[in-house]
């Protein structure tokens, strides 16, 4: 089993930019969907995008749609999050997390379909 551990949180102002690093552990990190999520202060955690395991699927929240961006480099068993035009409301952990999967199409978005998780990293947009 994979371990994921992300990077590339920080402060930014509103309208600026983001890209976040996923980096994972072991072998058969091909054989893994990825999605991103985010947690707010005192809200649940939310689904912000995922990426099928060889990256031809996306699909992302529709608060995050236009501006941010999924993308992985398995040789590197890295997934980056690209966020653009950033907001105060993207204020929030971000996490990533990997699910072992079989169907090679499909990134799903509950919290509950995915069994490895980082620690996260924040992201501040400043007004």
């Known amino acids: 089993q994979v371990q994921v551990v992300e990077s590339g949180g920080g402060l930014v102002q509103a309208g600026g930019s983001l890209r976040l690093s996923c980096a994972a552990s072991?072998?058969?990190?091909?054989?893994?969907?990825v999605g991103w999520f985010r947690q707010a202060p005192g809200k649940e955690r939310e689904f912000v995008g995922g990426?099928?395991?060889?990256?031809?699927?996306?699909y992302y929240a529709e608060s995050v749609k236009g501006r941010f961006d999924i993308s992985r480099d398995n040789a590197k068993n890295t997934v980056y999050l690209q966020m653009n035009s950033l907001k105060p409301q993207d204020t929030a952990i971000y996490y990533c997390?990997?699910?072992?999967?079989?169907?090679?199409?499909?990134?799903?978005?509950?919290?509950?379909?995915?069994?490895?998780w980082g620690q996260g990293t924040q992201v501040t947009v400043s007004s």
């Open positions: 997390a990997a699910k072992f999967d079989l169907n090679p199409v499909r990134a799903p978005s509950g919290v509950t379909e995915y069994d490895v």
């Open positions: 990426i099928s395991r060889y990256g031809r699927n996306k």
């Open positions: 072991g072998r058969t990190f091909s054989t893994y969907t």
